[in-house]
């Protein structure tokens, strides 16, 4: 079975991190069920959740979306 680190975050999520792949997932690349070797908590939120507690950075409306229309200056 593959090593994972499971990670809770203040925003109450949690994440498993693959700390270490056993050899039958090495071979054909399909994940075994996690087995927890270490648990971790942190102060910070995760990515989801930080993504939209914090204001969009001020070059947003450079970035170009797939789907999303072109708005032209003058």
Request: aromatic share 10%; with cysteine.
């Amino acid at each position: 079975m593959c090593d994972y680190i499971q990670r809770e975050y203040s925003c109450q999520h949690f994440r498993w991190i693959a700390s270490k792949w056993c050899r039958i997932y090495t071979i054909t690349h399909k994940r075994c069920p996690p087995n927890i070797t270490h648990y971790e908590c942190v102060l910070n939120m995760c990515g989801n959740c930080k993504s939209k507690n914090e204001p969009p950075v001020p070059w947003e409306a450079m970035i170009r979306r797939p789907g999303q229309r072109e708005v032209r200056a003058l």
